[in-house]
């Protein structure tokens, strides 16, 4: 009996590693997507381009990523706390079992460098992801299999409060994210990137030496060093000294088609303030805030501020766009990949200085021009962030655990009320118990007395 209690321990150690694994792979598998779901929108495109599933508008994909966000954080979560047992690891399986092959074939196939597992936050090759698959494939029939073993972190009671939480948190997050910016910006675009530093490059170092003969001897001497009158040079080799550094940004190019001109090294070369408004296809862009745009053309006209536009879209979709919006600044073109890289809005605003990036904005919370009246240099620190602490990573870090702390709080009131009313329960059942006890004796005195009296 003590054996099979030690192996019941260790088969629930077991489970419970794998079941903690899992949940917090899955859970920042879905708090990074939905970080940034347009680009994990994205990356569905890339799925979808490869698998030829067919061209799905950018509203289903977007809706696509963010059920899949929310799936994947949900799943790890409730696996965590242990709520719905029965349901969660056959999800996880199901899961799991989809996600395992299908790395297989991205890696077999190539077309895709990364699966997008953990948005662009963290990247990973293709065969990497496919061991991490089946890794996970391993923990998730491990769970599956010693579900009946899984604790439950959360009764019943407070189950509903967890779930609407739950549910609430992770929209809300994908909600700020799409109407705002991406909660976690990693990429070569980030706030604070020294784009000059990014797109430039360094070449390798060669040190070429010469190879002298003398009948069947052969030595070889750097270029400038020269052997006796009785060694003939034969030939030259390079030798690499020092490795270069390739650019980490290869395809930063904005053309001018009017002029057929090159602008991209003339706007890192600027070492004033330059406004850069991202629309990755005017056809597809928001015409909700294009005033902002206008009116802040306006005020760098105003100020002698660098300011201009880039999009993938043709001479056609532009001349329709500045028809329609009134647009005044120059277009220029762009690819759709890099614009898409720049900012996770269509338009958007990068504001540059000395080649750096020193602020990024939704085409919604560009600043008013009366905001920018007591700033005409632009600096960032004038212009308000309107969605505040919203905006970073930490703050729903931080919320997610208040909100378990405020489930567990709920749970633990929960547990005193019933348990002072259990007890009050008791006591009253215990009093009354004595009271019928008391009376019980009473009767059986009184009948005593009585047969006595009748014996008599």
């Known amino acids: ?85 029965r349901v969660v690891p056959w999800l996880l399986l199901i899961a799991m079992s989809f996600f395992m092959p299908l790395s297989l074939y991205l890696w077999l196939n190539g077309s895709i460098d990364d699966c997008g597992c953990f948005g662009e936050t963290v990247t990973l090759s293709n065969r990497t992801t496919f061991i991490k698959n089946i890794v996970l494939l391993l923990f998730a029939i491990v769970v599956f299999c010693g579900r009946k073993f899984l604790a439950r972190g959360i009764s019943k009671k407070s189950r509903w409060l967890f779930v609407l939480l739950s549910f609430i948190y992770i929209f809300a997050m994908q909600a700020v994210s799409i109407m705002h910016l991406p909660l976690i910006d990693t990429g070569v675009y980030a706030t604070g990137e020294d784009l000059r530093a990014k797109v430039s490059s360094v070449p390798d170092e060669y040190e070429y030496l010469s190879i002298y003969q003398r009948g069947e001897e052969e030595i070889v001497l750097p270029a400038d060093s020269l052997p006796d009158a009785e060694w003939e040079r034969v030939g030259a080799r390079a030798v690499l000294v020092k490795q270069g550094i390739a650019p980490q940004i290869k395809n ?46 306006d005020h760098c006209q105003a100020n002698s501020i660098s300011f201009c536009a880039a999009t993938a879209s043709g001479d056609d979709e532009i001349a329709l766009w500045c028809k ?133």
């Not at 590693?17 to 920042?28: E, F, P, T």
């Not at 703050?395 to 929960?414: C, D, I, P, Q, T």
């Not at 009376?439 to 059986?444: F, T, V």
């Open 252 to 297: 930063f190019s904005i053309i001018d088609w009017e002029w057929d001109i090159e602008i991209a090294d003339e706007l890192l070369a600027d070492t004033g303030y330059v406004c850069l408004v991202v629309i990755e296809k005017v056809e597809n862009a928001s015409m909700t805030h294009v005033d902002k745009i206008n009116d802040l053309y």
């Open 1 to 85: 009996m003590v054996l099979l209690n030690k192996d019941k321990k260790s088969i629930r150690s077991i489970i419970t590693a794998c079941r903690i694994l899992l949940a917090v792979v899955m859970m920042l598998s879905g708090f990074l997507k939905a970080a940034d779901p347009v680009g994990t929108m994205y990356k569905l495109k890339e799925y979808t381009a490869i698998m030829s599933i067919g061209e799905l508008s950018d509203t289903w994909l977007l809706a696509i990523a963010v059920a899949q966000s929310a799936f994947e954080f949900l799943l790890g979560l409730f696996l965590l706390v242990g709520i719905y047992r």
């Open 324 to 456: 329609r919006t009134g647009a005044e600044y120059p277009l220029y073109w762009a690819d759709e990949m890099l614009l898409r890289s720049m900012i996770r809005s269509n338009p958007g605003l990068l504001l540059l200085k000395d080649g750096v990036i020193v602020g990024k904005w939704n085409v919604s919370d560009i600043p008013d021009i009366e905001e920018l009246a007591s700033s005409p240099t632009l600096m960032p620190d004038a212009v308000p962030n309107s969605h505040g602490k919203a905006e970073g990573w930490l703050f729903w870090v931080a919320l997610l655990f208040a909100g378990l702390l405020l489930v567990v709080s709920f749970e633990s009131l929960w547990l005193y009320l019933a348990r002072k009313k259990s007890l009050k329960n008791g006591a009253e059942e215990q009093k009354t118990a004595t009271v019928n006890i008391v009376e019980a004796e009473k009767e059986n005195t009184e009948s005593s007395d009585i047969n006595k009296n009748i014996n008599l």
